[in-house]
């Protein structure tokens, strides 16, 4: 047991592991596998004769140290720790010996362990096999029996054995091949000192594109006939190894570095050691046919594993509740770095409105946790692999690169890994590093956000010039307890005004200062503090009058806070309405972005409501849009900047999603052109806004269409983007479709959220997915072992949909009589989210049908 947490399932310590020496042999007959691993150990209490080891679903056919078999041995499936009881003093006067173990496990179709998956071969049209491994967070006891604690690190040595004319992939090199009859045995040499969750090995037809700019191997492998799409993430992954090194002044320490795409898989992508796994499309780009938000998601992706290449696996965190040094830090560096090599997407920028809120939305629930949280069993890991750890855990990160300086604040990173390299952290380790590198008391201030759940709403009252800023903890329900708002946060103020930024800092419950001059001036300067800011009616006003004197993260930050502030109800929604028709003539794709977001989310929360309010939303949408859009249009040319591509696409997206006359034609027409052959009448950037158009028309005629492109799609971005659509349909029938294609096999189980969250866009999709949800609960279960972090995913886009308390009810009473483990923060969460939409109805009803009649909006008279 661990002495920090004596609830925690940890294994005896009484041996250690060094080593391991692992072989492997796949059946894709039986799909089962066979395994040899001997282990070599420590003894840290030679007076004990028996050995625990984490195993689950494996079979184990034998156990032997030094020549001496276990007397027995018992599996408790519940802990999945297999103990061996070996004959008395076995271990007395040894300091190390080798537990010999042999074994059968089973090649699973859960896209967890080491597990088969599943494809098409695009050249023949067979299904095929891959096997290939998930080893996080606590897999890899389905792979072989071994100590699944990420401190206990170890070397491998890995053997792999299967057909001859399959690839065979691991964490390293190759060191050794031979054929004996149709066999091939491949050995790697042996890795580096790491920890289980890492350890990947694949057994697959594959073939590969390499980039030699950088000084090892980087490759990237698919299934034969889509590898050149893999180019570019084979360019950017030499480049990104190389500026993380120089970084961080550290190399990388592997020989080679290989990313490969896989047919099913449960995360977007893993970061084994030198053997980084990835779903599909988020690894292969067709440039010709992609969206700027796939080729955005692609570098993503690869740039946050990369980074974990230092973060996670060079340097590990000491156990689970540390996940958000892995997590919030490959966040952070991926943006880092993606700033560096894209300088025209301007990152940064975007950082406010896709992860910042991502961050408050969730801590805003009560349901939400800290950052730092105590977990002890395998099956509650799973559930913080969430917005807290990546997007809280990031935003951090940058609200104290912002505090230090970015300089200092990678300077004291760099000397924290090269601390604590091919070893284990702490949070407080991080902290400490930090504080050497800049002098400043980084854990004093660090240890409350990370330790304590939410964040806090900062109030600011004005009389004449003197401004108070008070601190409360912020809940969307608006509902807090005294006993929750105990925690004062370290706030840093920052207070823009138009001269500098004030380092105002907010540790107390209030203070008041004197301001000389309040024309203008604003909290959270370029929203780098994780909080929310509640102004007065005027200053709302005025703040809407004031845009240019403000930066993009600024504006984004605004209108996210307005409207958050209006959800909770400390501001009315008109507040948010007023600021967001202010600026018609905003310029960047980035605000416009957070209005439209921020109105669809009010629009979501609408969802139940009468057709003529909902009609006159869609109005105040197309009236905010329309000047804009008539100024840009929807074609392209070469010469368009990003930021021009964005904002053309931005506003054709949003005015088809309010229904404007003009765009719904001119979607339905490129949609009929693209069908009849003519392969260029969609921009490939257009392509999600015409899908989802041709979809809300509906249509039986047009399902089959999009059907038929989900079928034979020209790249996996198409396909998944059709399969999101199927969703969208509103007539019963077309949805009893797309519900059917959940298990039958059409659609690919690493993708039913996807068109789930087509059905969650429209009232009629939310019933039908909750009723399709209860009644194939059980399959549903079997599918998704609560172990995946999936099943809680479905749990909450089935749910969350909805916007009453009735609907509460009866989700809860559902539940009552069934077991929620390894969703039960995300049904609670959800729960939540419900109960804060069904009470901002309630309470502003009135209020915004009122300004929708009064600014004539509502043309249903
Ligand atoms: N370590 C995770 C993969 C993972 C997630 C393993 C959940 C086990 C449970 C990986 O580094 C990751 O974070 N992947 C992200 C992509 C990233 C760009 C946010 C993912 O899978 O979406
Ligand atoms: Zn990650």
């Known amino acids: 047991m661990d002495s920090e947490n004596p609830d925690r399932e940890v294994l005896p310590t009484n041996v250690t592991p060094v080593h391991y020496d692992l072989t492997v042999e796949p059946n894709f007959d039986n799909f089962k596998f066979d395994g040899k691993v001997n282990i070599d150990l420590q003894v840290n209490d030679a007076a004990t004769d028996s050995i625990a080891v984490n195993t689950n679903e494996i079979e184990i056919h034998g156990a032997e140290i030094a020549g001496t078999a276990a007397e027995k041995w018992a599996t408790d499936a519940e802990t ?80 792999l054995i299967s057909a001859s004319h399959l690839t065979h992939l691991s964490n390293m090199d190759v060191k050794s091949e031979c054929i004996k009859g149709d066999k091939k045995y491949t050995s790697f040499n042996t890795t580096p000192k790491m920890s289980t969750y890492l350890v990947a090995f694949i057994v697959a037809e594959l073939k590969y594109v390499e980039n030699k700019d950088f000084r090892i191997p980087v490759r990237v492998y698919a299934s034969p006939g889509e590898e050149h799409n893999g180019q570019f993430a084979a360019d950017l992954t030499a480049k990104t190894l190389a500026f993380f090194e120089r970084a961080f002044g550290i190399e990388y320490p592997l020989p080679k570095m290989d990313n490969v795409a896989i047919h099913e898989f449960s995360a977007g992508a893993m970061e084994n050691w030198g ?215 370290p706030v840093f103020l920052a207070v823009k005004t138009s001269k500098d930024i004030n380092p105002l800092v907010l540790d107390e419950r209030s203070i008041t200062v004197n301001m000389e001059d309040t024309e203008f001036f604003k909290v959270n300067a370029d929203q780098a503090g994780l909080y929310i800011t509640s102004y007065s009616d005027e200053r709302w006003k005025k703040l809407a009058e004031q845009a240019e004197l403000l930066s993009v993260e600024d504006r984004t930050g605004l209108v996210a806070d307005a409207k958050a502030l209006s959800t909770s109800g400390y501001t009315p929604t008109t507040n948010f309405l007023e600021l967001v028709s202010h600026w018609k003539t905003e310029s960047s794709f980035v605000v416009w972005e957070q209005m439209v977001n921020s109105l669809f989310s009010l629009r979501a929360s609408w969802i139940f409501e009468p057709a003529s309010v909902n009609g006159a939303l869609n109005e105040f949408t197309r009236q905010l849009v329309d000047a804009k859009l008539n100024e840009l249009g929807w074609s392209f040319t070469k010469s368009d900047s990003y930021a021009n591509q964005r904002m053309k696409v931005e506003m054709f997206a949003s005015a088809g999603s309010a229904k404007m006359p003009s765009v719904l034609s001119a979607s339905l027409k490129m949609f009929e052109a693209y069908i009849s052959g003519d392969k260029h009448a969609i921009p490939a950037l257009l392509k999600p806004a015409v899908f989802t158009a041709v979809a809300r028309k509906g249509g039986e005629d047009s399902y089959e269409k999009i059907f038929n492109i989900y079928k034979n799609p020209v790249s996996t971005d198409e396909k998944l983007l059709a399969l999101k659509s199927l969703g969208a349909f509103e007539d019963p029938k077309l949805l009893q479709r797309t519900l059917g294609y959940l298990f ?101 009803r009135e209020l915004v049908s009122k300004y929708l009649k009064d600014h004539g909006f509502d043309k249903s008279g």
């Open 80 to 159: 999945q720790v297999t103990t061996f009881e070996f004959p008395k003093g076995l271990l007395k006067d040894k300091k190390t010996a080798t537990l010999e173990l042999s074994f059968t496990g089973t090649l699973n179709d859960n896209m967890a362990g080491f597990y088969r998956a599943k494809y098409t071969d695009r050249l023949t049209g067979e299904t095929k096999y891959m096997a290939t491994t998930q080893m996080e967070p606590t897999d890899a006891r389905r792979a072989f029996p071994c100590f699944d604690e990420p401190n206990l690190k170890a070397t491998f040595d890995i053997t």
């Open 275 to 489: 053997l980084v796994t990835y779903r599909v499309v988020d690894l292969l780009l067709d440039r010709d046919n992609s969206s700027l938000g796939r080729v955005q998601r692609v570098a993503e992706v690869v740039q946050h594993e990369l980074a974990h290449q230092w973060f996670g696996n060079l340097v590990t965190m000491d156990w689970w509740e540390g996940l958000w040094l892995n997590e919030g830090f490959a966040t952070w560096m991926s943006w880092y770095s993606c700033n560096e090599f894209e300088p025209e997407w301007k990152v940064w920028e975007q950082y406010v409105s896709d992860n910042l809120q991502s961050a408050l939305s969730l801590d805003a629930l009560r349901s939400s946790h800290p950052i730092e949280v105590p977990v002890k069993r395998a099956d509650e890991i799973n559930q913080i692999f969430d917005a807290i750890s990546y997007s809280k855990g990031s935003s951090l990160l940058r609200m104290i690169s912002v505090w230090l300086g970015e300089d200092v604040f990678v300077k004291g990173v760099s000397q924290y890994l090269n601390k604590f390299k091919y070893g284990n952290a702490k949070t407080g380790d991080l902290w400490d590093a930090l504080s050497d590198a800049s002098n400043k008391d980084v854990r004093k201030v660090m240890n409350i956000w990370t330790k304590q759940v939410g964040f806090p709403v900062v109030t600011v009252k004005e009389v004449g010039h003197q401004i108070t800023f008070t601190q409360n903890r912020y809940l969307t329900t608006n509902d807090v307890k005294p006993e929750e708002d105990q925690t004062l946060y």
């Open 744 to 844: 039958d096999g059409t659609v690919l189980l690493q993708d039913i959220h996807i068109p789930m969250m087509g059905m969650r866009g429209h009232a009629a999709g939310v019933h039908a997915l909750w009723v399709w949800t209860q009644e194939n609960w059980d399959e549903l279960v079997k599918k998704l072992p609560p172990g995946l972090s999936m099943l809680g995913s479905v749990v909450k886009i089935a749910t969350s949909g909805f916007t009453s308390f009735e609907a509460i009810d009866e989700i809860k009473d559902f539940f009552s009589k069934r077991s929620t483990k390894g969703f039960d923060q995300s049904l609670a969460q959800a729960l939540d989210t419900i109960t804060s939409k069904a009470q901002w109805i309630n309470r502003d």
